[in-house]
């Protein structure tokens, strides 16, 4: 299968002459100079380096080419003088950069590649990681914000506050920001705390976590992100009873979103539906719709497939399967469809399994089944019906999923998830990333699991083990969080895709 680079545009000029070339070994940053060898065989001998091309304003008019090709073991970004990453070049792969000569200190470059092959899997050469608090942490949750940021949430215990902070990422490592208290008290005591995220825009999250308190209503709240500094805003109950966890969510536009949630008491095993309707900092709740018939209180996974067009998977609790729902959104008005099965006999952990959007009408679920194996199933919507294909197993080293799953879309065809990994005949745990395509809408394509760790702290994760993962926009950055340490201390990790 030839993959080739990622995400970048295909040169469409003429190329200048290619005349000279040069071979250079290096274990840092590769810099270039419109003097430079136009072909360039650069062989990285650590991971998550960069080769930086020359400031447009150095370039004379008619332009200038490099071919850069890996010749080492490593993957490397190309960045241009203004540090965006414009191209990501994989072991035995070839960038072909071609530049304008606009004058731009970022530049305007061309990017194109050479015939490239390698397997379908997903490396991630992850950068030192960086603590993000030094406590140990009970929940947590992600989001991407732009290229380089992304919005962590995270709380120690029950009854204890949920923090927010930004997270900044570069091929190099991950800057963490100034941790905020949004006043939330995730618990109560006695249960797990849960947290969910959804971007609004760029600057704008709404959060959802389990209050702590009587009664412990699934709460929500707007986060305002300027730079690294985040603001909390008011924090809002939604329904009228105690839930055992937070409210899942599904962002339908900048200003709505779609809640779940399961209330605990005298209506124990019903799902409640609502829209969130978003002004500013404010949150208000439309009319509540219902599922019931023994609902687990374990987990809902959304995936908004569009702004009208929401796919839920949950449990039931007596046949312990996981099901799919669609439900169609009309302003607050929440209509919901046919309950379909997904993984018959699975008793699936849907605490630690994840759904994604792949398009307007299909879904992706990676679901921990009895054994906890990850599992997937594309789930496809047409009105109020939902279909599920045969399930696939993930990866290829049989899998267990320990304390976390996430999943990222990166396309309107493939999807991206990470899973704590437990190898087997070793103790370890460790994060690995596995790529999974949809070839139809009744089947799914998985690719083998690839993870390193040239720092070496996979060795050292501890126990429970969290993790969560998000790919940032237009880039093929990643930013990972994991507990690692005797002490089980979060550490946020960037890391650099390939698929």
């Known amino acids: 299968m030839n993959l080739g680079l990622i995400g970048f545009p295909e040169a469409t000029k003429v190329v200048p002459p290619l005349a000279s070339s040069a071979s250079v070994t290096s274990a840092t940053t590769v810099k270039l100079t419109s003097a430079s060898a136009s072909c360039q065989s650069i062989s990285m001998t650590a991971p998550n380096q960069v080769v930086l091309l020359p400031d447009e304003r150095t370039i004379q008019n008619s332009g200038i080419a490099f ?29 072909l950069c071609i530049s304008s000569g606009a004058g731009a200190a970022g530049g305007n470059w061309s990017i194109s590649n050479a015939s490239v092959q390698f397997p379908l899997q997903t490396v991630i050469q992850t950068s030192t990681p960086s603590v993000v608090t030094s406590s140990v942490i009970a929940a947590h949750a992600i989001a991407p914000l732009t290229a380089t940021t992304a919005l962590y949430a ?4 029950a009854g204890q506050p949920v923090y927010a902070v930004v997270l900044t990422a570069n091929p190099s490592g991950v800057a963490v920001g100034t941790a905020v208290s949004t006043g939330i008290l995730a618990g109560p005591s006695g249960y797990s705390p849960t947290i969910s995220l959804g971007v609004l825009s760029p ?22 992100i300027s730079g690294t500094t985040v603001t909390a805003g008011t924090s809002y109950p939604c ?17 709505s979103a779609l809640l779940a949630w399961v209330p605990g ?11 969130a309707t978003i002004s500013g900092t404010a949150v208000s709740y439309g009319a509540t719709s219902t599922i019931s018939n023994n609902v687990s209180q374990t987990g809902i996974l959304l995936a908004a497939l569009s702004p009208t067009s929401v796919v839920a998977v ?7 399967n996981p099901v799919a729902v669609p439900l169609t959104i009309s302003g607050a008005a929440i209509t ?24 307007a009408l299909t879904a992706l679920a990676i679901i921990a089944d009895g054994n906890s194996m990850p599992r997937t199933v594309l789930v496809s919507v047409s009105g109020n019906v939902a279909t599920a294909s045969s399930s696939l197993p993930v990866g290829v080293r049989g899998l267990t999923l320990t304390n976390g799953l996430a999943c990222s879309a990166t396309s309107s065809s493939s999807a991206k998830a990470m899973v704590g990994e437990n190898i087997p005949g070793n103790s370890t745990y460790g994060p690995a990333v596995v790529p999974i395509g949809a070839s139809s809408q009744n089947a799914v394509a998985v690719g083998p699991v690839s993870f390193t760790d040239p720092s070496n702290t996979l060795n050292t994760i501890g126990s429970p083990y969290l993790s969560a993962i998000c790919t940032l926009p237009s880039t093929p950055l990643a930013i990972w969080v994991y507990t690692m340490g005797s002490n089980n201390y979060p550490a946020a990790a960037s890391g650099m895709l390939l698929s």
Not at 154 to 157: G, K, R
Not at 245 to 254: H, K, Q, R, Y
Not at 336 to 359: E, H, K, P, R
């Open 265 to 275: 008491g005298t209506t124990a095993g019903v799902i409640s539906f609502a829209v």
């Open 239 to 255: 329904g009228a009873t105690s839930a055992s966890a937070g409210a899942s969510i599904a962002v339908l536009s900048p200003t």
């Open 154 to 157: 995270y709380s120690t215990a």
């Open 203 to 224: 600057t704008s999250v709404i959060m959802s976590a389990n209050q702590s308190g009587s009664p412990y209503l699934p709460t929500t709240m707007v986060l305002t």
């Open 314 to 320: 949950f449990n039931y609790t007596t046949a312990g």
């Open 336 to 359: 919901v469809g046919s309950i379909t099965n997904v993984l018959s006999g699975a008793n699936a952990q849907l605490s630690l399994s994840c759904l994604v959007a792949l398009s």
């Open 67 to 95: 071919l850069i090709t890996n010749a080492g073991q490593y993957p490397f970004a190309v960045q241009d003088a203004s540090g965006l990453t414009v191209a990501l070049v994989p072991i035995d792969g070839s960038a």
